[in-house]
């Protein structure tokens, strides 16, 4: 999308960046406030479009802790899993090298924010927020994520300040 010769980069979490048609590298990350003038900043919303078939990149972030669930809520999103989610995916895309490969040392917020935003497919965000929580933590159950009495959140902090720590 083109706004005053910017180029918004958008994901479905909203604005990401934006990038002119003689951007840099560097320009591409640059915040999107940072090029705004004072009457763009406070116009209208513009509304974005995601496209779904647009590659974003995730940090991989090695310093966080990491995350952790606890089995009764895995547990429960083995019954998501199955209901919700195995008749589109194949487990090994989620289970085992794959996952381990595209999602080890990434913030465990990303993921969820990822399946939330994004399934099931005919219905993205349909599903409850707790089932989107216990989903998450069954994938990380049965990729060997560390396992504690306490369940994840919808805290966004704590979501954001962990990361997926997994292993075949």
């Known amino acids: 999308m083109r706004f005053k010769g910017w180029t918004l980069l958008a994901s479905a979490a909203g604005v990401v960046a934006c990038a002119s048609?003689?951007?840099?590298?560097?320009?591409?990350?640059?915040?999107?406030?940072?090029?705004?003038?004072?009457?763009?900043?406070?116009?209208?919303?513009?509304?974005?479009?995601f496209d779904p078939n647009a590659k974003v990149i995730i940090a991989r972030v090695g310093n966080l802790p990491a995350a952790s669930y606890a089995n009764a809520q895995a547990t429960r999103g083995e019954v998501v899993?199955?209901?919700?989610?195995a008749n589109c995916h194949?487990?090994?895309?989620?289970?085992?090298?794959q996952f381990?490969?595209?999602w080890?040392?990434?913030r465990v917020g990303d993921f969820y924010s990822l399946i939330r935003n994004t399934m099931p497919v005919d219905?993205?965000?349909?599903?409850?927020?707790?089932?989107?929580l216990d989903v998450t933590a069954y994938?990380?159950?049965?990729?060997?994520?560390?396992?504690?009495a306490d369940s994840l959140s919808t805290d966004t902090t704590v979501m954001r300040g962990r990361k997926i720590s997994v292993h075949q």
């Open 139 to 148: 994938l990380l159950k049965v990729n060997h994520a560390p396992q504690t």
């Open 104 to 106: 080890n040392d990434r």
């Open 100 to 102: 381990v490969e595209t």
């Open 81 to 85: 899993y199955e209901s919700s989610c």
């Open 123 to 132: 219905n993205p965000g349909g599903l409850k927020e707790q089932d989107y």
């Open 21 to 49: 048609a003689s951007a840099t590298n560097a320009d591409i990350f640059t915040p999107l406030g940072a090029h705004l003038t004072a009457s763009a900043k406070t116009g209208p919303t513009v509304p974005l479009r």
């Open 90 to 97: 194949q487990p090994e895309k989620f289970i085992g090298a």
